[in-house]
C-alpha cells in the first residue's frame, strides 16, 4: 500500500502564493499519472491539475496560468505552486497517484485558506 504525505498548506491573503507538496516515502510500485484535487466546503471535490510520468500536465480552466504542476519521478514526489490566489481557491487540496499496476492512493489533504 503507497502512502502519500503532503504539506505546505496555510492561510494567505487573496494574491499570494503556496507551494504544496506531495511525497511517498518508501514506495516500491511505478507510479504513472499523479494530480491534485480540491474540495470546497459543501462541494464536491474536482480536479485541480494533473500530470503523466512524462511531464505532460493538465490544468482546470479556473487555475490555468496561476497554478503550476511539477513532479520529481526520483523522489516520487509532487508539487503545486499555486499564485494569484484567491478567495474561491479556499479548501481542503488533496493529491493523487495512480500506479501502473493498477490502483491508486489519496494524500491525506492539506488546507489552504485564502482569507483577507
Known sequence: QVQLVESGGGLVQPGGSLRLSCAAPGNRFSISTMGWYRQAS????????????????????FVKGRFTISRDNAKNTLFLQMNSLQLEDTGVYYCYLALVVGGGAWGQGTLVNVSS
Open 42 to 61: 459543501g462541494k464536491q471535490r474536482e480536479v485541480v491539475a494533473t500530470i503523466t510520468w512524462g511531464g505532460i500536465t493538465s490544468y482546470a480552466d
